[in-house]
């Protein structure tokens, strides 16, 4: 990382901070931890799921240790960007003050997906798609994120900056 260049802040925002936004977290402080500070939180935090913690230990990542957060626990930090991984946390998003950038970058819900899947191995298949698409998004930071947030054309990735209004 140069001199000049700051790391950047990023806040990785589902609801049960248990299966997406750890995933981001993980592979953000794995393969980009020397130019973004990643935390991840919920908006109604559930623990970690084991699955999530397993498939993540098979690509060499351990995020069994990270903890499920709620939001407000981490409002005094100034974070340059809050990614939403789900709809509901998109939803539901609270402001942050400053000049935090919100980006909603959907992934489907693995534990929802694996419910209905009989063998543990079959179960584990949500889990990995999901972990690679994730992995796939986290490798465009820190300029992809970048890119995102000043889209003008009105589409649901960007939901645009919000600013503290006092």
């Known amino acids: 990382m140069s001199e000049t260049m700051q790391e950047m802040k990023v806040l990785f925002l589902c609801t049960g901070n248990s299966c997406r936004s750890q ?8 393969l980009r ?9 919920g908006v109604d935090p559930k623990g970690i ?13 351990d995020i069994g240790g990270q903890g499920s957060k709620h939001v407000d626990q981490l409002k005094h930090i100034a974070f340059d960007y809050v990614v939403t991984v789900c709809d509901h946390a998109s939803e539901n ?4 003050p400053g ?6 970058v959907g992934f489907d819900d693995p534990p929802k997906l694996a419910r209905k899947i009989k063998g543990e191995q079959e179960r584990l298949g949500p889990y990995r798609r999901v972990r690679d698409e994730i992995k796939a998004f986290v ?3 820190p ?3 970048v890119k995102r947030s000043r889209q003008e054309d009105g ?12």
């Open 99 to 104: 000049r935090t950038r919100v980006v909603h």
């Open 155 to 166: 589409n649901v990735e960007t939901i645009g900056e919000q600013e503290n209004p006092g």
């Open 49 to 61: 799921d084991p699955l999530a913690v397993r498939v993540m230990e098979e690509v060499g990542v």
């Open 23 to 30: 995933m981001a977290e993980g592979w953000t402080r794995h």
């Open 139 to 141: 490798e465009t930071l």
């Open 93 to 96: 998003c609270p402001l942050f």
């Open 143 to 145: 300029e992809g994120l």
């Open 33 to 41: 931890g020397d130019r973004v500070e990643a935390f991840s939180a």
